[in-house]
């Protein structure tokens, strides 16, 4: 007997549309057909006049458990996801403790029980666990994280002799690399002088952490991941300048994505101003220029998918007159989708695109593809039902999120996911989190097994006279 019918509605997936019904059978899709022709089910549930699109993946959010606790959890984390459209996200190390040995892994996977979406778990790659990653791989994280530039939670920034063994390990597992990508060392250099100087309004938070620091950044991690045939991730792209190494990787045939959040999207150096210390995050929102570069190459396919780099604080965190004290970042989970809809709405983006930049090129990227990021028979049915001309106003008490300050409060929107399905139940239903979904979320294990990446490492030769001379002493 099939479980859930969804009837009347358009099913979007990246590369067409169809006026057609759903069938759910087991949480996953069991069938697709014409409106109603797929025959009875345990409830149907008519969505006509709404789009039917795979639901969001968000790659790089911060659920703050364990340690910080009072920024966010498990359980609210999930539901302002569940809120946004968001059905699997993708959860970073720089947790306290840090996600960084097998035990760290292990306790954060019992505490992540309580979540109502999917998810993965970022391992740490930093420059004092390196002898913790095979473990790490063994024990099933999803992928691994490497900040090359420091942020919240100050986890030691690997050197580039560390970052190069990491890569080498992880290589042959196919794991993605996703790279918080400025260098440090140029960071701390800036923000060091600009401080003794007594420069502390935001703006000079650009002014540590100028485009250079991710142009480096990008190109250096690039040329390690050739190197060792690697698959890497460029995190939270900010700059037009960065998107130069990151096309050229792409076209040298390294294996390497992007991903941009909305901050980078709609806000620039203008919003200072207004925005005070709310808007510091790292890597730091840039000037116009930045933001209609990187627009164009999310319309490219230059950058690969949007995420939102959720990153939760509170107000008194978050607001400071001296900017080297506020702390980084905002939430976002929830608000992605209904700014990516709007402009949509506006016709600035297919809902095609979306679907791709929100869901497929994520799965894709991250071996979850074909179970998920797409809406077909076979596929998990994790949906976001949107109701596309829905208005709606930002605000931070109807956020989910525990830490609530963002940059875009009072912004108006116009779309919104009003039902959100993962794995064939609702988690979000009218606007409204449904009740006893706590821990109906699961981990993302069934990572497709990419097949493992070429390095074009030239010291083969060497290894093998090395081998030799080993073996002859
Ligand atoms: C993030 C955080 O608060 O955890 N902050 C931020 O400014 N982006 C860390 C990060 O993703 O770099
Ligand atoms: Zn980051």
């Known amino acids: 007997m099939t479980d859930l019918i969804l009837t009347g509605g358009t099913v979007v997936n990246e590369g067409a549309r169809a006026h057609a019904d759903v069938a759910i059978t087991d949480g996953v899709i069991s069938a697709i057909g014409l409106p109603g022709t797929l025959g009875d089910a345990a409830e149907i549930v008519d ?106 939670g100050n986890l030691p920034s690997p050197s580039t002799g560390a970052m190069l063994e990491g890569f080498e390990i992880i290589a042959p597992s196919g794991l993605r690399i996703s790279l918080h990508a400025e260098t440090a060392s140029i960071m701390a ?19 540590a952490r100028p485009e250079v620091v991710a142009i480096e950044a990008v190109a250096r991690a690039a040329i390690l991941a050739e190197w060792t045939g690697a698959r890497v991730h460029v995190l939270h792209i900010s700059s037009a300048g960065e998107l130069r190494p990151l096309a050229e990787a792409k076209t040298r045939g390294v294996d390497i994505t992007g991903e941009t959040c909305p901050c980078y999207l709609f806000l620039d150096s203008s919003d200072y101003d207004r925005l005070g ?7 730091p929102v ?71 930049i929100s869901s497929a090129n994520p799965a894709r990227a991250f071996g979850m593809w074909p179970a998920k990021g797409r809406i077909a028979v076979g596929a998990q049915a994790d949906i976001a039902v949107l109701d596309m001309a829905r208005e709606e106003v930002i605000r931070a008490e109807r956020l989910h999120s525990r830490g609530k ?46 097949p493992t990446p070429t390095p074009r490492n030239t010291d083969q030769s060497l290894a093998a006279l090395l081998q030799q001379q080993e073996a002859a002493e």
């Open 47 to 152: 969505v006509t006049g709404l789009h039917l699109i795979p639901g969001g993946i968000d790659m790089h959010v911060h659920f703050r458990e364990p340690g910080y606790t009072h920024k966010e959890d498990w359980e609210t984390g999930t539901q302002a996801a569940a809120m946004g459209g968001v059905t699997t996200v993708f959860e970073m190390p720089n947790t306290h403790p840090p996600t960084r040995s097998v035990k760290e892994f292990r306790e954060k996977q019992a505490l992540a029980e309580k979540a109502c979406v999917d998810y993965g778990i970022y391992g740490l790659l930093a420059e004092d666990n390196i002898d913790e990653i095979p473990g790490l791989i063994e024990a099933g994280v999803n992928a691994f994280k490497c900040f090359m530039g420091n942020t919240f």
């Open 189 to 207: 250099w800036r923000q060091a002088k600009l401080e003794a100087a007594g420069k502390n309004s935001p703006l000079y938070h650009i002014a």
């Open 277 to 283: 210390s709310v808007i510091r995050v790292n890597p």
């Open 286 to 356: 840039r000037e116009k220029k930045d933001s209609i570069a990187i627009w164009e190459a999310l319309q490219s396919g230059v950058v690969d998918m949007i995420a939102t780099d959720h990153a939760p604080h509170t107000p008194e965190e978050k607001t400071n007159d001296i900017i080297w004290k506020a702390d980084c970042g905002f939430p976002g989970v929830e608000t992605q989708m209904p700014l990516m809809l709007s402009e949509v709405a506006a016709g600035r983006m297919t809902l095609e695109h979306y679907v791709r």
């Open 405 to 450: 300050i963002t940059p875009f409060e009072g912004r108006k929107t116009t779309g919104a996911p009003i039902h959100t399905i993962v794995r064939g139940r609702f988690v979000q239903r009218d606007r409204t989190l449904c009740d006893g979904v706590r821990g109906h979320g699961r981990q993302v294990t069934a990572i497709q097994k990419m």
